[in-house]
T-cell receptor, first 113, second 117 residues
Framework: DTGVSQNPRHKITKRGQNVTFRCDPI?????LYWYRQTLGQGPEFLTY????????KSRLLSDRFSAERPKGSFSTLEIQRTEQGDSAMYLC???????????FGSGTRLTVV | AQTVTQSQPEMSVQEAETVTLSCTYD???????LFWYKQPPSRQMILVIR??????QNATENRFSVNFQKAAKSFSLKISDSQLGDAAMYFC??????????????FGTGTRLTIIP
């Protein structure tokens, strides 16, 4: 069990650029979640996958955001045409269905300048 | 929609003393889970303790215990014998136990705990 891995840890990008983050969950976990955490706030749910299927998206996830989980393994979160308001920590977590807790990664901190 | 409120943005405690962090929540559901997560400066969110709403007994994990008051929708965390390593942001979180649900967590805004040597 190597935990949930997120890359990169930090990303600085210019406004208008596209960015992509990667999350590698614990290998036997079939659920994967993305959360966004802004300064001074708790994490907010963005979306989740069960295996390769994206089952729910928050209304926080505008059409500039897209997430994928091909083959039910790693996941990517892409933000197109970044805006300063996208600056946040993006957290990934994974779990087994019906197991009550889940494991978080260390997050990717995005700064849009 | 469920909401979680943490009314203490910051707390401090002397090393080896006891501190209690407060959390209230609002839900119309009868079955759910409540969690306390710790987020140290290293950023990784770590599960501290979990409570099932159908259990009357308060959960305990070593120096960490909760006071779960279902009728009052209150879920406080008590840390006994505080240690320097307990310094972190603490988040209270709610999750529905509805079968077939997405198991997403709803978090409070957090309490920053400082340990005074």
């Amino acid at each position: 069990d190597t935990g949930v891995s997120q890359n990169p840890r930090h990303k600085i990008t210019k406004r208008g650029q596209n960015v992509t983050f990667r999350c590698d969950p614990i290998s036997e976990h079939n659920r994967l979640y993305w959360y966004r955490q802004t300064l001074g706030q708790g994490p907010e749910f963005l979306t989740y996958f069960q295996n390769e299927a994206q089952l729910e998206k928050s209304r926080l996830l505008s059409d500039r955001f897209s997430a994928e989980r091909p083959k039910g393994s790693f996941s990517t979160l892409e933000i197109q045409r970044t805006e300063q308001g996208d600056s946040a920590m993006y957290l990934c977590a994974s779990s087994l269905v019906h197991i009550r807790g889940y494991t978080f990664g260390s997050g990717t901190r995005l700064t849009v300048v | 929609a469920q909401t979680v409120t943490q009314s203490q943005p910051e707390m401090s405690v002397q090393e080896a003393e006891t501190v209690t962090l407060s959390c209230t929540y609002d839900t119309s559901e009868s079955d759910y889970y409540l969690f306390w997560y710790k987020q140290p400066p290293s950023r990784q969110m770590i599960l501290v303790i979990r409570q099932e709403a159908y259990k009357q007994q308060n959960a305990t994990e070593n120096r960490f215990s909760v006071n779960f008051q279902k009728a009052a929708k209150s879920f406080s965390l008590k840390i006994s014998d505080s240690q320097l390593g307990d310094a972190a942001m603490y988040f209270c979180a709610y999750r529905s136990a509805r079968w077939g649900g997405n198991e997403k967590l709803t978090f409070g805004t957090g309490t920053r705990l400082t340990i005074i040597p």
